[in-house]
């Protein structure tokens, strides 16, 4: 059964950049699927932030795309999100998802990690 | 990208059916049959109960079922069990190569 577990700080300041890993268990991301990322603001809805191949073909929010940076690393089978720029409002939990581009949906999602950015 | 729109809340007694509505526009839900469903229990991650519309993935219920008209698309829940009270999220895959999520619906069974 494929697992996803994200893994990073919980607390980032305003204007730093928030740096979170996934790594993907019984399931090797050289093997296919895109894999991606989303989060969730407190008492709000999903949004996607992007989505990475192991070939490294990336799909971003435009809404984001500009302080984005998604990478994947085959050799550890896990993939990573960088954020830049951080405000108050990308306090979210953030979730790693297997995106499933024949359905377009996101069909394994890992537990998800809260990041706070405060001061 | 605008959130696609969904009701705050709909609720219903063990039993009954209910529908939760997702309204897009032309260029995601009315252009394209790839519209998914998410129930996310409290404190819990998101789970995709339908993609493309109208198909469950294995070991989904069959009471849950989802369609789609022009613009809306629908999910159904018949035979509504208390395990059901979450809330729901719909997803759509849009002409801008993106994918954008619902404000979400509560469930609450009576």
């Known amino acids: 059964q494929v697992q996803l577990q994200e893994s990073g700080p919980g607390l980032v300041k305003p204007s730093e950049t928030l740096s979170l890993t996934c790594a993907v268990s019984?399931?090797?991301?050289?093997?296919?699927?895109?894999w991606g990322w989303i989060r969730q603001p407190p008492g709000k809805g999903p949004e996607w932030i992007g989505s990475i191949y192991h070939s490294g073909s990336t799909y971003y929010n435009p809404s984001l795309k500009s302080r984005v940076t998604m990478s994947v690393d085959t050799s550890k089978n896990q993939l990573s999100l960088k954020l830049s720029s951080v405000t108050a409002a990308d306090t979210a939990v953030y979730y790693c998802?297997?995106?499933?581009?024949?359905?377009?949906?996101?069909?394994?999602w890992g537990q998800g990690t809260m990041v706070t950015v405060s001061s | 990208q605008s959130a696609l729109t969904q009701p705050p809340s709909v609720s219903g007694s063990p039993g009954q059916s209910v529908t939760i509505s997702c309204t897009g526009t032309?260029?995601?839900?009315?252009?394209?049959?790839?519209v998914s469903w998410y129930q996310q229990p409290p404190g819990t991650a998101p789970k995709l109960m339908i993609y493309?519309?109208?198909n469950r993935p294995s070991g989904v219920p069959d009471r849950f079922s989802g369609s789609k008209s022009g613009n809306t698309a629908s999910l159904t829940i018949s035979g509504l069990q208390a395990e059901d009270e979450a809330d729901y999220y719909c997803?759509?895959?849009?002409?801008?190569?993106?994918?954008?999520f619902g404000g979400g619906t509560k469930l609450t069974v009576l």
């Open positions: 493309e519309v109208n």
């Open positions: 032309s260029s995601d839900v009315g252009r394209y049959n790839r």
């Open positions: 998802v297997r995106h499933v581009l024949a359905n377009d949906d996101f069909d394994i």
């Open positions: 997803n759509s895959y849009t002409s801008s190569t993106t994918w954008v």
């Open positions: 019984h399931y090797s991301i050289s093997s296919g699927y895109y």
